[in-house]
Structures are given as structure tokens and as C-alpha cells.
T-cell receptor, first 115, second 111 residues
Framework: EAGVAQSPRYKIIEKRQSVAFWCNPISGHATLYWYQQILGQGPKLLIQFQNNGVVDDSQLPKDRFSAERLKGVDSTLKIQPAKLEDSAVYLC?????????????FGQGTRLTVV | AQRVTQPEKLLSVFKGAPVELKCNYSYSGSPELFWYVQYSRQRLQLLLRHISRESIKGFTADLNKGETSFHLKKPFAQEEDSAMYYCALSGRGSTLGRLYFGRGTQLTVWP
């Protein structure tokens, strides 16, 4: 079974530049998540989609971060403009449904370095 | 507020020794708890969830509501258990599906 695909794997940008990450979830998974993992910390949810609608973006810094999930499948996460503190691994995950005990399947992540 | 605490950043044991990775949580209500694992150069994956009450790769975890803990245990550690382990709690209501992660414990099993 194909897993969650993310690209690029690594990205280095200068502060104030913009960057975009792409995610393709497991086929048939209705729920898609973007997590941010800063070095030494656990993943923190940025945004959660149910099909193509946002259900939780309370932790998303909306002044610089944006995300969309076109047609309820692929998703992109954008940062514009980037700050040094945005350096982190960005993880995409998907799950079949949105319940309290559903399993989330994670991608390999995109490691972003802002210099 | 939901919070997951993993007090040990690093944990080392020898092969064959028992291992316990600690996890404490704060949550108002009945929590759903998980252990996720990340082996070297692999993606984060589910190890076990408390609702399943099963043993995976010899690991078990018991939810103790009195102590608000969900410690992960294995009686005889193996070298292949070396990995990063994250305890997580699932949200409900408006945060349904969201996972709240601890900072993780890096387990090293020496031969």
C-alpha cells in the first residue's frame, strides 16, 4: 500500500522568502493533517482538513501560513514570508476518518531550514 | 488544557533488560491515548493505542486514570527497539482527530 507522499524532502530558504510543501495522502483517506515538528519537540498540529474543508486551524499562524486541499485529495502548505523560527520538519498525515481513536499515517516529512 | 509529558528525553538499557517509557497526561474527560514510534530513517508510525488493549512487538501500555499515566513497557528489550517513542493524546469535540504529542523519548538498547 502506498503511503503518504510529501515533497520536497529538504528545503533551505532565506528569511522573508516564501516556500510551499506538497502532500498526497493515502487514497480514500478523508482526513488530512499538517503538523510542525521543531527540533527536540513533538509534532504540533497546524491544520486539519476533512475532505476539502478546514475543521481545525486554531494553531495555524494565519498571518504567514496558508493551506489548501483541492478536491479533497492533495494538499499544499505555504509559508510567506518565512521566519527563522519556522525552521522545522513539516509532517503531513492522513486518516480514514476523523474519530478520537483513528490511526494517523504519516509522511516522511519536509525538513525546512530558514537562514 | 490537554498536555502530554514525557519526562525522559533519553533512555538507555541493555538487551534483555526491562524497559519502561513514561508518559503522563492532563485531560478533562476520558482520554484516548497512543504510542507512536519512529525508527531511524523511517516515518512516524502507530505502535499501539490503549483502546485496543493489545501487545505489539512485546510492548504493552496500561492507562492509569488515577495517576493520569500511560507508560509503555516491555519485559525484555531488543536492539531493534532502539527508536524515538512519542506518547500522544487524541482531542475531542472541536479538536477531534488532533493528536497532542509529548516531546518524545529516545530509546537506545545496547547489545
Amino acid at each position: 500500500e502506498a503511503g503518504v507522499a510529501q515533497s520536497p524532502r529538504y528545503k533551505i530558504i532565506e528569511k522573508r522568502q516564501s516556500v510551499a510543501f506538497w502532500c498526497n495522502p493515502i487514497s480514500g483517506h478523508a482526513t488530512l493533517y499538517w503538523y510542525q515538528q521543531i527540533l527536540g519537540q513533538g509534532p504540533k498540529l497546524l491544520i486539519q482538513f476533512q475532505n476539502n474543508g478546514v475543521v481545525d486551524d486554531s494553531q495555524l499562524p494565519k498571518d504567514r501560513f496558508s493551506a489548501e486541499r483541492l478536491k479533497g485529495v492533495d494538499s499544499t502548505l505555504k509559508i510567506q514570508p518565512a521566519k527563522l523560527e519556522d525552521s522545522a520538519v513539516y509532517l503531513c498525515a492522513s486518516s480514514l476518518t476523523r474519530t478520537e481513536n483513528t490511526e494517523a499515517f504519516f509522511g516522511q516529512g519536509t525538513r525546512l531550514t530558514v537562514v | 488544557a490537554q498536555r502530554v509529558t514525557q519526562p525522559e528525553k533519553l533512555l538507555s538499557v541493555f538487551k534483555g533488560a526491562p524497559v519502561e517509557l513514561k508518559c503522563n497526561y492532563s485531560y478533562s474527560g476520558s482520554p484516548e491515548l497512543f504510542w507512536y514510534v519512529q525508527y531511524s530513517r523511517q516515518r512516524l508510525q502507530l505502535l499501539l493505542r490503549h483502546i485496543s488493549r493489545e501487545s505489539i512487538k512485546g510492548f504493552t501500555a496500561d492507562l492509569n486514570k488515577g495517576e493520569t499515566s500511560f507508560h509503555l513497557k516491555k519485559p525484555f528489550a531488543q536492539e531493534e527497539d532502539s527508536a524515538m517513542y512519542y506518547c500522544a493524546l487524541s482531542g475531542r469535540g472541536s479538536t477531534l482527530g488532533r493528536l497532542y504529542f509529548g516531546r518524545g523519548t529516545q530509546l537506545t538498547v545496547w547489545p
